[in-house]
């Protein structure tokens, strides 16, 4: 499902150039759930942006769903860079992605905020609707479907968000500390739905800094300034 092979990222301005992740090398394989852990600031949020698609790596190569999308020639071979749109399409079509902000449209109902992965695909809203209220009813919130973001617990958003996440079916689950801004209750909640959800053979990467969270995963990469240190 995921593999990347002798990455680094540098950022690069007039006057610094600062590596955020230097010679990783990671395989994930199809059904299973890692967690990422290390400190604020080795790069744990950079590389789930490599992986989502969201940034390209400055050097190495990197494979998602069996689509390479990014190859330097450095690795002896012509370099590949998939373009924005293609990027895009992958992204819609294939990740999901949670957040620790829950990232919901105050003014959009529940069902709505689940809805807009779709609004980028070629179906009609019945089909959208009927989509969103069966990931809502997945995660337990199809009698919220018509409450507003503002009218939710903290839990009930995030178990929102993921609806949102798996509405497109996707093959890779991204969370980026899922359980952060939630008590151990809700945090169990929601763990409890990424489990059932791996349960069903979606991939997850899931980035945190809770232990207990982390031990409940198939296995935990572990990061420090930068690089993979397991």
């Known amino acids: 499902m995921i593999h990347m092979h002798d990455v680094s990222k540098v950022y690069r301005t007039e006057r610094i150039e600062t590596t955020a992740l230097e010679n990783i090398h990671l395989d994930v394989e199809r059904g299973e759930f890692v967690s990422v852990m290390g400190p604020s600031g080795c790069g744990k949020s950079t590389l789930l942006n490599l992986i989502g698609l969201l940034d390209t790596p400055s050097t190495g190569s990197v494979e998602i769903a069996g689509h390479v999308v990014a190859k330097n020639a450095a690795d002896g071979a012509k370099a590949v860079r998939k373009s924005d749109a293609e990027l895009a399409k992958l992204r ?39 989509r969103a209220l069966k990931a809502l009813e997945r995660v337990g919130l199809q009698s919220r479907a018509d409450h507003f973001p503002g009218q939710l617990s903290g839990g009930q958003q995030q178990r929102t968000a993921i609806a949102r996440a798996i509405v497109g079916e996707p093959l890779l689950l991204l969370a980026d500390e899922p359980t952060g801004n939630l008590d151990s209750q809700m945090g169990d909640e929601v763990m409890n739905i990424l489990e059932s959800l791996n349960a069903d053979r979606t991939t997850i990467v899931m980035v945190t800094h809770d232990p207990r969270m982390a031990e409940r995963t198939h296995r935990t990469v572990r990061m420090f300034d930068g690089r993979q240190v397991n």
Do not use: K, T
């Not at 819609?92 to 620790?100: A, D, K, L, P, T």
């Not at 990232?103 to 980028?120: F, K, M, W």
């Open 92 to 130: 819609n079509e294939g990740i999901g992605f949670i957040f620790q902000q829950f990232h919901l449209i105050a003014d959009l109902s529940v069902v709505d905020n689940v809805e807009i992965p779709l609004l980028y695909r070629r179906m009609s809203h019945r089909e959208r609707r009927a």
